[in-house]
């Protein structure tokens, strides 16, 4: 079969089975609140461990660690969703609205990538391994000085408050969206269930 009549007829198979591309699969759904879920976890972790004793707070430093790997593999996985044919979604907007949504979303994925980068760096230059629930992953780089790893420390968490307020201001504009423009931003992410009541 002729690629074109092909695709025409997964169009059209899609379409009748009310796919028209104007909400995201479950797949992606999915992704993104783990997403959701990875980020704010980590974010808590961080911003509370040092009010802990000890034992504690070692278990919290190791779960950041983890949820940090699963993010930064959950981050990849988005990205490849996304590319692969037949699984991207058309814009809900239009002009500077839609060029800024896009802008948006590839700031976020550019500093969770990064944050990815800065928490390996920061472990293994100040010669400590990364964990992922329990198992070492030893640094294949030499340790810096305390003060260059206390400045990556500084950067990685910058970068963290940078992701957060971004994706405050993201969820933000979706929940103008859906509340005050009464569009179907917010709805087009939210599981099949949820859809219907939101």
């Given at each position: 079969m002729d690629r074109?009549?092909?695709?025409?007829?997964n169009v059209a198979t899609r379409i009748a089975a009310g796919d028209d591309r104007t909400r995201?699969?479950?797949?992606?759904?999915?992704l993104h609140w783990?997403?959701?879920?990875l980020v704010?976890?980590?974010?808590?972790?961080?911003e509370t461990w040092a009010g802990f004793a000890k034992p504690t707070r070692h278990l919290m430093v190791a779960t950041h660690m983890s949820f940090g790997i699963?993010?930064?593999i959950t981050v990849v996985a988005r990205i490849v969703w996304r590319l692969m044919p037949g699984h991207q979604v058309s814009s809900a907007n239009s002009g500077a609205v839609a060029l800024a949504s896009k802008a948006v979303h590839?700031?976020?994925?550019g500093l969770l990538a990064l944050e990815a980068v800065l928490g390996f760096v920061l472990r293994w230059s100040g010669g400590e391994a990364m964990s992922f629930?329990?198992?070492?992953?030893?640094?294949p780089m030499a340790t810096v000085s305390r003060a260059t790893n206390h400045t990556i420390g500084d950067l990685h968490n910058w970068n963290g408050w940078a992701i957060i307020i971004l994706a405050a201001g993201h969820a933000g504009a979706a929940l103008y969206n859906h509340v005050v423009v009464?569009?179907?931003v917010l709805r087009r992410m939210l599981p099949q269930g949820a859809r219907r009541s939101a």
């Open positions: 074109n009549v092909r695709d025409a007829v995201y699969d479950g797949v992606a759904i999915s783990l997403t959701v879920f704010l976890a980590n974010f808590a972790l961080a699963l993010l930064a590839y700031l976020l994925y629930f329990g198992l070492a992953i030893p640094s009464k569009n179907d």
